[in-house]
């Protein structure tokens, strides 16, 4: 492809972001805007970002000596993907990654956060590295730097070279625990002169439940509970093992920390019982993750519902495990449970949601804004964090481009200024919220679901990839510019 093919492609681009208001002076209240409500603002310094990662949006699968990883295997696989696509090609991110940079310029956005590809850095996932791999990061981490975007890297965003699934069955074994903190080592020796913030893993969670029990993500795996655990603590080790590594190998000051999913547990109605018991029942329900990373141990729930399938550790993995960090990334979309204080054993009762609970353009999406407020609130009054991002939140809609050309995603911006009118709430009472990175900036492949569910700010034809911004990439900008929920 030409360069000046990606210069047309670009220009496109920009006569798609004119149309929405994106690449015009934005208006002046004086000229019909809403005044700025004072009241609304996020604290001096927030930084606001866009979020993304390798798989989903790079493509270039074969390109500069990258090895296979289990996505490839497992999008390649009949039946598993809805609409039978891969991210073969994907947003073809590696070549037009200059041109996406600009996107998130004239969003205004100050930061960045992008994963990178393991099998890129380590084709067999461990061993030699291929240097040609981490030079696409050099690039990107340039460009991002030049056009005045602070890059946010996250180490692992699923796509676990296949080799280590081959070798050892991937996150089943501690084996690729202690790899994954040499590849961490070496990111860190080699981008953390530009990079000052590293999420090691992104939804430990996710990657564990969707992947290894219920078989929907890659490895397309459903091991039984005793299995699942040890995985589940083989990954949490991965984390710790990585925070070490990064701190030994990184620029001093290099700031690490996770990118979790955290279950959100939100008190049905405001009192003081049930917001008490919405804090145990984050406690508990994050057994596995979030809360031996703090802790250092597994909780007396945690342990006695796992019973005689227990995952085997020792005393020190849970050292490694709750290795200081310096900031939780936090990825929050939905409300996952309504808590009410109970006279029971566990000091809570989940609340079960009616048939009728709102969604948006996916059944798992349940619109519930306040976990934006209480998600981090909970996180800083548990376990005393001082600094917490929100890694990624955003929504899929059945975006339709109009007869004018635009897309006028409503229901994204309806639900985006909840959800941040929600953050807002948490940052002016002083819960220690200091950038939002919205997933996503591009239409990307979206797992298992395929091409079929987008969450950009600009759409992308996957066709031509050309990329336009919807109506909630001018709503996104005004955000930022305003530094207010507008
Ligand atoms: C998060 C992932 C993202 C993104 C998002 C949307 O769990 O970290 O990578 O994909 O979910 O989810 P989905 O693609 O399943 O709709």
Not at 194 to 205: A, D, G, L, P, Q
Not at 408 to 421: A, E, G, I, S
Not at 442 to 467: C, H, M, P, S
């Amino acid at each position: 492809m030409s360069s000046d093919g990606i210069s047309r492609r670009h220009f496109a681009t920009l006569a798609g972001a004119a149309a929405l208001g994106l690449s015009a002076a934005p208006a002046h209240p004086a000229d019909g805007g809403t005044r700025e409500n004072a009241s609304a603002s996020f604290p001096a310094g927030f930084r606001w970002g866009t979020a993304t990662s390798a798989y989903q949006i790079e493509g270039a699968v074969n390109e500069d000596g990258r090895g296979p990883a289990i996505w490839d295997r497992f999008a390649h696989t009949p039946g598993t993907i809805i609409d039978h696509s891969n991210a073969d090609v994907a947003c073809d991110h590696y070549r037009l990654y200059r041109d996406d940079v600009q996107l998130m310029k004239a969003l205004g956005s100050m930061a960045y956060r992008f994963s990178i590809a393991w099998p890129r850095v380590f084709p067999d996932g461990s061993g030699t590295p291929n240097p040609n791999g981490l030079g696409f990061y050099d690039r990107l981490i340039d460009e991002l730097l030049a056009n005045g975007i602070e890059p946010f890297a996250t180490l692992y965003h699923w796509d676990l070279p296949q080799t280590l699934q081959d070798r050892f069955g991937g996150w089943m074994s501690r084996d690729t625990a202690k790899v994954f903190a040499d590849y961490a080592a070496y990111v860190a020796e080699r981008l953390s002169d530009r990079v000052s913030h590293i999420f090691t893993i992104n939804e430990c969670s996710r990657l564990v439940h969707l992947g290894h029990g219920l078989g929907i993500d890659a490895p397309g795996l459903k091991l039984p509970q005793a299995e699942l655990n040890q995985v589940r603590h083989n990954v949490a080790l991965g984390h710790g093992l990585a925070v070490q590594a990064i701190r030994a190998r990184g620029r001093p000051g290099t700031k690490v920390g996770p990118a979790e999913n955290l279950v959100v547990c939100i008190p049905a109605i405001d009192t003081p019982a049930n917001v008490r018991a919405a804090e145990i029942a984050t406690r508990e329900l994050n057994g596995g993750y979030l809360t031996v990373m703090f802790e250092g141990r597994y909780t007396d729930g945690f342990l006695a519902e796992a019973g005689k399938d227990a995952p085997k550790y020792t005393a020190e993995d849970l050292r490694i495990i709750s290795s200081p960090i310096d900031f939780l990334g936090l990825n929050i979309y939905k409300p996952d449970h309504y808590v009410m204080a109970a006279d029971n054993e566990r000091g809570f009762a989940l609340a079960p949601f009616p048939a009728s609970f709102p969604h948006m353009d996916a059944d798992w999406l349940r619109v519930g804004p306040e976990a934006m407020y209480w998600a981090p609130r909970h996180a800083a009054k548990l376990w005393g964090v001082q600094s917490i991002y929100v890694t990624e939140n955003g929504t899929s809609s059945a975006d339709e481009v109009a007869a004018d050309g635009n897309v006028y995603d409503l229901d994204r911006v309806m639900y985006l200024r909840n959800y941040l009118q929600q953050l807002q709430r948490a940052t002016s009472q002083g819960v220690p919220v200091a950038g939002y990175f919205l997933w996503s900036l591009i239409d990307n492949f979206e797992w298992a679901d395929g091409y079929e569910k987008r969450f950009g700010l600009y759409r992308v034809d996957f066709k031509t990839q050309r990329r336009t911004p919807k109506l909630s990439a001018s709503f996104y900008r005004e955000v930022i510019k305003q530094n207010a929920v507008v």
